[in-house]
């Protein structure tokens, strides 16, 4: 206590260094361990507050954080979902207003309350680039294009987008996102309540395949850089091959100009422009990282079947062009997917090529997420996943698309510790069934598994429907004979590969939860809830934690 004349008492003195040591200590510590990815066997995986995290995550609409008052309904609906993490856009022209003059209440509002509500927080920097288009750059920098200017189309129309050649527009960026870092340490260091950055979002050249800006020309004229061609040639037997192909098809040059070496097609220019888009938004990431070195990823919008560069966004990290991000943003952590069309498990394997940890930063919010939530973080030990529009209409009783995520998010979370423990090890499987895929065998341990949709089993009322919900579920082998399964709408058949007959049958079957890290029995399971013994599943409106153990019989 401090007395009234300013003296302070021997309890206070003692009491006073114990809380500055203290908070020495927890900034400190907290410099050494900030949010980190970790490699654990042949995975990756989130180190936050110095243990493992899982973002089961949600990404906000556009302009939801714009204000607190926009965001007070939606704090309550991403706990009602049991998100641990939200993704929230930070815009540069209400960061910045005036040149160099910036209001930080905003982010730091966003912070403390994310932080209140048990929240992590992955910031979007919406500075340069957002779809593509500058819309969300200051009002100084989109009046000022003599001093700020625009990528041009193949005609020389300008666009309302910032041209990634111009120093200008990099350091105006740059600038703002290292003071975004500056004060996110500050803030948040001792707390790590944001644990991921993504600079930019979704970068692509639209409407032709490159900017053709005088600078952008001058660059497309000049010899292929010596650092993109040190990495081309280091990595040759690693790179992508849709990528490797293209640079085979003119015999492998490794001196001449963008054209020399990839030919004179459209492909060139996206290659071109790919370099120097990474190349910028590295620099970004690094000024960032040099304040307070938070992981980086940088997402991507996918592009459609039989398009041409120019006719989808061109140029961002999508998976032909990868190996070009690679060689020219060495800062960025990741690159990540955004889901608005189908082909979900064909995207993600191009994207978990080279190591490449998987997260999912947006999917449409369609009745397919919950499925697919349990299947990239089972099948890709995915760091995380999150739907896009996470809030839709706060208020509104929970549509079914939201409880049955609300629902695999709550079961995921509970056999975190699983997850934890046997990741990178060859022990987790995720599987996704639908009326197309509605069968598919993997393999743990010495079992074979096959898992089906149970709706293939034709039982559920909703199996003769015309469209079939999504199922899917995590399997997770903890012994070798002990199994948990976690999800909805699948069957799991299994078969011995040690024994000749492969026969294999249930010795125990229960259906529990976790409580305080001890697994508690809800059920044991057995008859008709394991088909007489031959299946372990739970129907397509069951979410379920399933443990069993498995014995061969001759
Ligand atoms: C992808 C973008 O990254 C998001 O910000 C959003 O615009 C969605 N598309 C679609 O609404």
Redesign the pocket.
Do not use: R
């Given at each position: 206590m401090i007395k009234s004349n300013g003296a302070m008492s021997k309890k206070s003195i003692i009491l006073f260094t114990i809380i500055a040591l203290t908070v020495q200590f927890q900034s400190v510590f907290a410099q050494s361990s900030i949010p980190h990815l970790q490699k654990v066997g042949d995975r990756y995986q989130m180190m936050v507050n110095g243990k493992p995290f899982l973002m089961l995550a949600g990404?906000l609409?556009?302009s939801t954080a714009s204000t607190m008052e926009s965001m007070r309904p939606v704090w309550p609906r991403l706990k009602e979902l049991n998100l641990n993490t939200v993704l929230i856009?930070v815009y540069w022209d209400l960061l910045e207003p005036e040149e160099g003059k910036f209001d930080y209440e905003l982010v730091e509002d966003l912070i403390l309350e994310a932080r209140k509500q048990q929240l992590k927080v992955v910031f979007?920097w919406?500075g340069a680039w957002?779809?593509s288009m500058s819309s969300h750059v200051p009002a100084w920098v989109k009046l000022n294009q003599k001093r700020f200017p625009r990528a041009q189309s193949s005609s020389g129309e300008s666009q309302e987008i910032l041209t990634p050649f111009s120093d200008n527009n990099l350091k105006a960026d740059l600038n703002a996102y290292h003071h975004l870092l500056q004060y996110i340490k500050k803030v948040d260091a001792a707390y790590q309540t944001v644990i991921l950055m993504q600079p930019e979002?979704?970068i692509g050249m639209l409407p032709s395949a490159r900017d053709h800006h005088p600078l952008a020309n001058q660059k497309f004229q000049e010899s292929i850089p010596n650092d993109l061609m040190a990495y081309l040639i280091k990595n040759k037997p690693s790179l992508n091959p849709e990528f490797l192909k293209i640079w085979e098809q003119n015999g492998f040059k490794t001196t001449g100009t963008w054209e020399e070496v990839f030919g004179s097609e459209l492909h060139t220019d996206e290659i071109f422009l790919a370099y120097y888009f990474a190349r910028y938004t590295n620099q970004v990431s690094a000024a960032g990282k040099k304040e307070y070195a938070l992981p980086t990823y940088v997402?991507a919008?996918l592009n459609r079947a039989g398009k041409k560069p120019g006719e989808y966004p061109s140029a961002g990290p999508l998976p032909h062009v990868l190996d070009i991000w690679k060689a020219a943003a060495p800062s960025i952590d990741f690159y990540s997917p955004?889901f608005?069309n189908p082909n979900f498990k064909q995207w993600n394997d191009l994207y978990v090529r080279q190591n490449n940890p998987l997260f999912i930063?947006?999917h449409?919010f369609d009745n397919t997420v919950a499925a697919k939530a349990l299947f990239a973080i089972g099948h890709y030990e995915a760091l995380g996943f999150a739907p896009?529009?996470i809030e839709q209409i706060p208020g509104k009783p929970l549509s079914l698309k939201e409880e049955k995520l609300a629902k695999v998010y709550q079961i995921i979370g509970q056999v975190k510790t699983l997850l934890d423990k046997n990741r990178g090890q060859n022990r987790i499987e995720g599987v996704l069934l639908d009326k197309e895929a509605r069968e598919v065998t993997f393999t743990l341990g010495a079992y074979e598994f096959t898992a089906e949709h149970t709706y293939n089993l034709g039982w559920e009322p909703n199996s003769k429907a015309e469209e079939w919900e999504p199922a899917g579920a995590i399997i997770i082998q903890t012994k070798e004979n002990e199994f948990y399964y976690a999800g909805f709408g699948v069957s799991l058949k299994m078969k011995s590969l040690k024994k000749s007959n492969g026969f294999v049958g249930i010795l125990k079957a229960e259906r529990g939860y976790f409580k305080n890290g001890n697994w508690i029995v809800y059920q044991h399971l057995n008859g008709d809830q394991t088909h007489q013994g031959r299946h372990i599943r739970s129907f397509v409106d069951d979410v379920t934690i399933q443990r069993f153990t498995l014995y061969e019989y001759e």
């Open positions: 990404e609409g556009n856009p979007l919406f957002k779809n979002n979704e997402n919008a955004d608005y930063p947006e449409s896009f529009s």
